[in-house]
């Protein structure tokens, strides 16, 4: 029998989810904390601090950089990167933007980008290149990256630690030629485009006239045409001209609050050459820190940002193993809370997803370990042994500080992951322990406002989505669009919660928000408080009747996101308005005959709302089935059939309304066309430019201090954009030209 061969190029692999994940470095579950730091790296790197946050549904990442191409996330393009020069920067590879683009790709997401003027939505082609689309303008300066991952939720928690760690110093210098075997140094000319000298001048220590020195024999020939041999006879020049870097420049985090161990190290190590003479000796800064716990838990950081491998760590006995991403370190210590950061221009990975191997400096990570708890140590009070408080107990505590510090002494708004970033230093310093961010929004913020009330200035991010029919908006539902939402006038008389955002898509296209002038609503899951808000703020002020609908999963959990729809919660009473349960509810899944699956087993009872019956709360424990089960055609006849139970008629405003919107709606049309030709007949466009020739001649001098003027006027009101400099230019220039 004859074989059967296939060719696959490998950008491909960059668009399937079942081999993203190869190329990603890491598995489906963490896909989406990668990207985030992906985005967040390259941000931190580009200019020292950024943004990142949740918008409508959207993650985003945004910078105050010069600016990239968005056609940049392109899977198919050559792998082109900055990250070739060895600095001790968060990214590594530079693949990181093709994992991004993948990871959209693969999930049947969205991605936009906002940049230079312009914001692009980016449409992925079948040839793995990418296509944007210009939307609008966009007037600020940077970037802002948004994406969603279709249905796979967005995992920010890594993206948080680099925006975390983004402290202390910073290296200010360039690459070192003593950071590159021959082999390496060789594929770095290779992999630029420009000219010899151009590339020396990359080298710390090499100035213009010493590049030009070394490089005096390529005058004119590009960095790729060297050979091997030429680029082995360069570096070895560039070394005699120039020092090593010492590893104190790299920069280091420095001493954290909450930590009472710390231990800093500095010094290289050695990546040996195979085919060259030259190998590399690579500068590295180690900082560890440590607090005292019953348990151990370890975090790495590479460069201020978290690695993408698995580190582990245990106590038993008198010792602390620590395993994972190369290391296999048994310390003599105490169990404790550790976090490592190494920084270094290079260290060998083993993955595609930078999982860095670390067992090169594991004797000086050892020694660190055990001084760094050591000293934590002995930060404790003599024999005093006490009891480790709850985090419960610590948040009680601490809060009103926490609130201080996140809105500067309560002169500023602040979000409620800034809340818990400010309580996160004493969780750790008193329970030696992470605190987790689900437990400390769910439970325990939601059991003081419970108990004290909304915690004021504090806001939450934005996490739903209200589409308005006819507008076609989509409005980003938060604490602070809520606080500022209205509702358009006899607009819609309904109101459909989804649990999945990934239906809007397919009701949008098929006009059903418009046909039943109904808007949709969703928080990805449990309804936030903010949709909470929104719908009794609806239900209280609105002058016209509207209908509310939820619709979720024949599951244990989508009943109860109908139960904390409609009913009182620890931290909210129930809503001031009815919701009416549409389901799927799951006797009615069973009857249409729809794919049941096996439900999760979780290891204890699933909640079930408390209007399900019993025979089926037990059928709940086992078994679900998704909306998604049902095909498009049978979905919306599903919807469709529900909402007519219902449905109370299109909006029709009373008779007074419409005949005052006839008459704005004469006016807006005659005015338009009889302003249109008294302006011909007048011949406005030949006065207008008449008038610009004359003000520009006779005010000239405004035209030449043009740039100085919008410089001053800057310095003096930053606030403003440039744009508000030139409109009042203008004005003046008209106004002294007697207009």
């Not at 161990?261 to 590399?280: I, L, M, N, P, Q």
């Not at 000293?375 to 609130?403: F, M, T």
């Not at 809340?419 to 325990?444: H, M, N, Q, W």
Request: charged share 25%; aromatic share 10%; net charge negative.
């Amino acid at each position: 029998m004859q074989s059967m061969f296939f060719e696959r190029e490998d950008w491909k692999l960059f668009r399937n989810m079942e081999t993203l994940p190869q190329k990603a470095g890491v598995p489906r579950s963490k896909l989406s904390r990668l990207v985030c730091k992906e985005l967040t790296d390259n941000a931190l790197d580009l200019g020292g601090d950024c943004e990142i946050g949740y918008e409508g549904g959207f993650f985003y990442v945004k910078d105050h950089g010069s600016g990239l191409d968005p056609e940049l996330f392109s899977i198919n393009r050559p792998l082109r990167s900055s990250k070739y020069l060895r600095l001790p920067t968060r990214g590594a590879l530079g693949n990181g933007l093709r994992v991004v683009a993948g990871a959209v790709v693969a999930s049947g997401g969205e991605l936009y980008v906002s940049t230079r003027g312009k914001n692009y939505k980016i449409h992925f082609q079948n040839d793995g290149t990418a296509f944007p689309e210009s939307l609008s303008d966009y007037d600020e300066a940077g970037t802002k990256i948004r994406f969603t991952l279709g249905e796979m939720p967005i995992d920010s928690s890594w993206a948080s630690l680099a925006m975390e760690y983004a402290q202390g110093e910073t290296y200010r210098g360039k690459t070192s030629p003593y950071w590159y075997t021959s082999e390496n140094f060789f594929e770095l000319f290779q992999s630029y485009s420009g000219s010899v000298r151009e590339l020396i001048t990359q080298f710390d220590g090499c100035t213009g006239g010493k590049a030009g020195k070394i490089a005096a024999e390529y005058t004119k020939t590009s960095a790729a045409a060297l050979e091997f041999d030429e680029t082995e006879a360069l570096l070895a020049e560039l070394r005699a001209a120039v020092k090593n870097v010492s590893p104190e420049r790299l920069g280091r985090i420095g001493k954290l609050d909450g930590y009472s161990g710390y231990c800093k190290s500095a010094g290289t190590f050695k990546a040996r050459t195979v085919k060259g003479e030259h190998d590399a000796e690579i500068a590295f800064v180690l900082e560890v820190y440590a607090i005292p716990s019953d348990t151990p838990h370890i975090t790495v950081l590479l460069n201020k940002s978290p690695v993408t491998g698995n580190v582990n760590i245990y106590h038993n006995k008198n010792l602390l193993s620590i395993f994972g991403c190369g290391l296999i370190l048994c310390v003599k210590a105490k169990p404790a809370v550790i976090l490592i950061n190494i920084i270094t221009p290079y260290i060998p990975v083993v993955t595609d997803g930078k999982e860095p191997d670390l067992s090169i400096i594991s004797d000086t990570m050892a020694e660190s370990i055990q001084k760094a708890v050591s000293r934590a140590q002995k930060s404790l009070p003599g024999d005093v042994v006490e009891r480790k408080k709850s985090q419960k107990e610590v948040v009680a505590a601490c809060l009103q500080q926490a609130i201080a510090k996140a809105s500067g002494n309560g002169e500023y708004r602040f979000s409620l992951r800034q809340l818990y970033y400010a309580v996160r230093p004493y969780v750790i310093k008193e329970s030696g322990k992470e605190p987790d961010y689900a437990y400390f929004c769910t439970e325990l913020i939601s059991s003081y406002e419970a108990q004290h009330g909304d915690i004021p200035l504090m806001y939450r991010d934005e996490r739903g989505t209200l589409y308005h029919p006819h507008s076609g908006q989509d409005i980003s539902i938060g604490t602070i669009a809520v606080e500022n939402y209205q509702k358009p006038v006899w607009t819609f008389n309904k109101i459909l919660y989804i649990e999945k955002e990934g239906f809007f898509n397919v009701l949008k296209e098929k006009k059903i928000p418009e046909k039943y002038d109904m808007a949709l609503l969703t928080s990805k899951g449990y309804a936030s408080g903010a949709v909470k808000d929104l719908l009794d703020a609806l239900g209280e002020n609105s002058e016209e009747e509207i209908t509310f609908f939820c619709i979720h999963d024949a599951d244990a959990y989508g009943t109860t996101i109908y139960d904390t729809l409609q009913n009182e919660t620890k931290a909210r009473p129930g809503r001031k308005v009815k919701i009416i349960n549409l389901g799927l509810d799951p006797e009615e899944a069973v009857s249409m005959g729809l794919e049941i699956e096996k439900a999760g087993k979780t290891g204890r009872k699933k909640g079930v709302a408390s209007y399900i019956d019993p025979e089926w709360e037990s059928w709940l424990q086992d078994y679900r089935v998704e909306l998604n089960a049902m095909s498009t055609p049978q979905f919306l006849a599903w919807l469709e059939g529900k909402i007519r139970l219902y449905d109370k008629g299109k909006v029709i405003p009373p008779e007074s309304t419409m005949l005052e919107s006839l008459d704005h709606s004469l006016q807006d049309k005659l005015g338009q066309k009889l302003a249109a030709e008294i302006l011909e007949q007048n011949h406005y466009a030949d006065q207008v430019t008449q008038a610009v020739r004359q003000v520009k001649e006779r005010c000239g001098d405004s035209q030449t201090r043009l740039a100085e003027t919008v410089q001053a006027e800057l310095k003096k009101e930053p606030v403003n954009l440039w744009k508000d400099v030139i409109k009042a230019v203008s004005e003046d220039m008209i106004k002294n030209c007697r207009f």
